[in-house]
């Protein structure tokens, strides 16, 4: 699938935190080869998880996906737009938060505020049956009443 919109959900853990989980997951590896211990078995499978753990949320023309990367492989989710209900658009600042609602239950997703004109016409284009609201349309400069 071809992405449209990367969302700022997505999550990876960061260069100097993977050295450092690195770093400790080696010293676990020669600790337990001293002194065996259960404890740190689960301490170096935590670290070497840490490091290799990414999530991708995007947005493509066949719908909304997550993919969660770890030590097992890869897991995927997918939101079909045919199954999308209803989009509401929260502001905070710079962002938006936008509810993809399938039925009393779906996905929230975090975007930049200037990716929201590309996010209405996406769901305007490939889920014309979704109702679209909006709460608190507020710039960045205004307050709260």
Avoid: H
Wanted: charged fraction near 25%; hydrophobic fraction near 45%; include cysteine.
């Amino acid at each position: 699938m071809e992405t449209i919109i990367e969302s700022r959900s997505s999550y990876s853990t960061p260069i100097w935190m993977k050295f450092i989980l690195f770093i400790f997951g080696c010293y676990c590896i020669f600790s337990a080869v001293l002194d065996f211990s259960f404890y740190k078995i689960i301490l170096i499978i935590v670290s070497f998880y840490g490091i290799m753990y990414k999530k991708k949320i995007y947005i493509s023309s066949d719908g909304i996906t997550k993919e969660v990367y770890g030590i097992l492989g890869i897991s995927k989710e997918f939101l079909p737009w045919k199954d999308v209900k209803a989009a509401t658009f929260a502001y905070k600042g710079d962002m938006v938060m936008v509810f993809f609602e399938r039925g009393i239950t779906g996905w929230k997703l975090l975007f930049k505020r200037s990716d929201e004109p590309l996010l209405e016409e996406i769901i305007k284009k490939y889920a014309p049956q979704a109702e679209v609201d909006f709460l608190g349309n507020y710039t960045k400069n205004s307050k709260k009443q």
